[in-house]
């Protein structure tokens, strides 16, 4: 054997190598003249490393971002990672789910058609072949949907934080993954059992021990996804829900109307976009996501309509309410928030202003319009409900009862006072967001090379 060693010999062969062969290693190096040795140059790809936040309701590259590192043991060479901006849309790329009694009939009805392998002689050999055979068959036809359905459906935790939170709000904090886990589990049994039926009827010394051990099988498969099944008829439940949905366009300037339940939202949405949300004079009408599209110039823009917020601490919103917030706290929105100081919606303005209040002061980083509602019903005389008292009433809440926040402002569905403007200034907020939208993808952001250097001792 060879013992002298080359440079790039050096430099492929792992440390733990180099240890075995020490004597050796050391014996040739005696024997040659020394020689200088230079580490050789190495290249390595060049990696894009971008990372965004949310500027003004956009998202936008960040220059210089700090980005984890991961650690190479075998060269010791930080490696920086880089963190792509999750994309929303994967609902709409879930696989079709077949129901549980049509999978198994699918599968009992190709299995049967399985014969034994031809040149077999003895009845008793091609009786035993053919049942395993069929076993086997059944057992992958089962299997084999079920497995499809774990791989095609996301792990939530690669999710975009929207999805994510529509998954926890719409289908209960873990109940997604626990479904999978049933189906994977189901899928385990199925392919367990089939293997050990098959090859207990591959054993079969008779043709009737094989016949009885072939139907025992096939009954035992049955009876299992018979009595599991239910896990594939939830999940296509779930895959049903998913896909129902609205799809947000991350690069599409979205306004999410927000406020108080039965304030006028719905109503809003319809007459500005193609949404048709239901509208009924009770709150909670709106019961999930709602997305429309506006056509202004040419241009589409999408339109949100959200269920209502109610004056409480978030450990005590319902899923409704939790889904406005998560809206507004994962997607790059212009807020469109709406009052109504009627006294018809059922929540009154000193709560609303609270309300309000506390939204902005979270999510002002949001391009932001107010509108006071229902302003054809607006008196001079500001609404009190019987637990109010107005005399406990600052100078801002005073204000606020008779117009509502600075700059608000008034308009009427029913009379269409102020739409026109309403319509003007929601199409300059949106013209604004797509220009910092578009500010924002057209940014080079700096690419960092690392060169692992390798040292010689």
Same mark, same amino acid.
């Given at each position: 054997?060879?013992?002298?060693?080359?440079?790039?010999?050096?430099?492929?062969?792992?440390?733990?190598?180099?240890?075995?062969?020490?004597?050796?290693?050391?014996?040739?190096?005696?024997?040659?003249?020394?020689?200088?040795?230079?580490?050789?140059?190495?290249?390595?790809?060049?990696?894009?490393?971008?990372?965004?936040?949310?500027?003004?309701?956009?998202?936008?590259?960040?220059?210089?971002?700090?980005?984890?590192?991961?650690?190479?043991?075998?060269?010791?060479?930080?490696?920086?990672?880089?963190?792509?901006?999750?994309?929303?849309?994967?609902?709409?790329?879930?696989?079709?789910?077949?129901?549980?009694?049509?999978?198994?009939?699918?599968?009992?009805?190709?299995?049967?058609?399985?014969?034994?392998?031809?040149?077999?002689?003895?009845?008793?050999?091609?009786?035993?072949?053919?049942?395993?055979?069929?076993?086997?068959?059944?057992?992958?036809?089962?299997?084999?949907?079920?497995?499809?359905?774990?791989?095609?459906?996301?792990?939530?935790?690669?999710?975009?934080?929207?999805?994510?939170?529509?998954?926890?709000?719409?289908?209960?904090?873990?109940?997604?993954?626990?479904?999978?886990?049933?189906?994977?589990?189901?899928?385990?049994?199925?392919?367990?059992?089939?293997?050990?039926?098959?090859?207990?009827?591959?054993?079969?010394?008779?043709?009737?021990?094989?016949?009885?051990?072939?139907?025992?099988?096939?009954?035992?498969?049955?009876?299992?996804?018979?009595?599991?099944?239910?896990?594939?008829?939830?999940?296509?439940?779930?895959?049903?829900?998913?896909?129902?949905?609205?799809?947000?366009?991350?690069? #599409? @300037?979205? =306004?999410?109307?927000?406020?108080?339940? *039965?304030?006028?939202? /719905?109503? &809003?949405?319809?007459?500005?976009?193609? +949404?048709?949300?239901?509208?009924?004079?009770?709150?909670?009408?709106?019961?999930?996501?709602?997305?429309?599209?506006?056509?202004?110039?040419?241009?589409?823009?999408?339109?949100?309509?959200?269920?209502?917020?109610?004056?409480?601490?978030?450990?005590?919103?319902?899923?409704?309410?939790?889904?406005?917030?998560?809206?507004?706290?994962?997607?790059?929105?212009?807020?469109?928030?709406?009052?109504?100081?009627?006294?018809?919606?059922?929540?009154?303005?000193?709560?609303?202003?609270?309300?309000?209040?506390?939204?902005?002061?979270?999510?002002?980083?949001?391009?932001?319009?107010?509108?006071?509602?229902?302003?054809?019903?607006?008196?001079? #005389? @500001?609404? =009190?409900?019987?637990?109010?008292?107005? *005399?406990?009433?600052? /100078?801002? &809440?005073?204000?606020?009862?008779?117009? +509502?926040?600075?700059?608000?402002?008034?308009?009427?569905?029913?009379?269409?006072?102020?739409?026109?403007?309403?319509?003007?200034?929601?199409?300059?907020?949106?013209?604004?967001?797509?220009?910092?939208?578009?500010?924002?993808?057209?940014?080079?952001?700096?690419?960092?090379?690392?060169?692992?250097?390798?040292?010689?001792?």
């Amino acid at each position: 054997m060879n013992c002298k060693w080359s440079l790039l010999q050096l430099w492929q062969t792992p440390p733990s190598s180099l240890l075995f062969r020490r004597c050796n290693l050391s014996k040739s190096m005696n024997s040659v003249s020394p020689k200088i040795m230079r580490p050789g140059v190495c290249f390595c790809k060049q990696m894009q490393t971008t990372a965004y936040e949310v500027v003004n309701g956009s998202y936008v590259p960040i220059r210089d971002a700090k980005l984890p590192i991961n650690v190479n043991v075998k060269d010791e060479v930080p490696v920086p990672v880089a963190l792509p901006l999750e994309g929303v849309g994967a609902f709409q790329k879930l696989p079709m789910v077949m129901p549980s009694v049509d999978i198994l009939f699918s599968a009992l009805k190709k299995a049967r058609r399985v014969s034994a392998t031809k040149g077999i002689a003895n009845i008793a050999k091609r009786e035993r072949n053919r049942g395993a055979k069929q076993l086997d068959a059944l057992m992958k036809e089962l299997a084999v949907p079920l497995r499809m359905y774990k791989e095609n459906f996301p792990n939530k935790k690669t999710l975009h934080p929207y999805e994510r939170s529509l998954i926890e709000l719409t289908l209960g904090d873990g109940n997604y993954e626990e479904v999978l886990r049933r189906v994977d589990t189901l899928r385990k049994r199925v392919v367990s059992v089939g293997k050990e039926h098959a090859s207990l009827c591959a054993k079969s010394l008779t043709k009737r021990e094989a016949e009885e051990r072939l139907d025992e099988g096939r009954k035992k498969i049955e009876e299992i996804f018979n009595s599991e099944g239910k896990a594939v008829d939830e999940l296509m439940h779930i895959a049903k829900t998913l896909r129902a949905m609205p799809v947000v366009d991350l690069e #599409t @300037p979205t =306004l999410c109307l927000v406020g108080a339940p *039965n304030v006028g939202k /719905s109503s &809003l949405v319809r007459l500005l976009s193609t +949404g048709k949300p239901e509208i009924c004079n009770y709150p909670f009408t709106t019961r999930g996501i709602l997305m429309g599209h506006i056509n202004l110039s040419f241009q589409n823009f999408q339109v949100t309509d959200t269920p209502g917020l109610l004056r409480r601490h978030d450990e005590d919103r319902n899923n409704l309410e939790k889904l406005t917030l998560a809206v507004l706290s994962h997607l790059p929105t212009a807020v469109l928030y709406v009052h109504d100081l009627t006294g018809e919606c059922g929540t009154s303005p000193s709560d609303q202003y609270i309300i309000y209040k506390e939204i902005k002061e979270r999510f002002g980083d949001h391009l932001w319009l107010d509108v006071v509602s229902k302003g054809d019903l607006l008196t001079d #005389t @500001p609404v =009190l409900f019987i637990t109010e008292d107005s *005399n406990s009433d600052t /100078s801002e &809440l005073a204000k606020y009862r008779r117009v +509502g926040p600075d700059g608000a402002l008034r308009v009427s569905v029913m009379t269409k006072m102020g739409i026109d403007e309403l319509k003007s200034r929601v199409h300059e907020l949106l013209i604004t967001q797509l220009s910092i939208i578009k500010d924002g993808s057209t940014e080079e952001v700096e690419e960092k090379v690392v060169v692992p250097k390798k040292q010689f001792h």
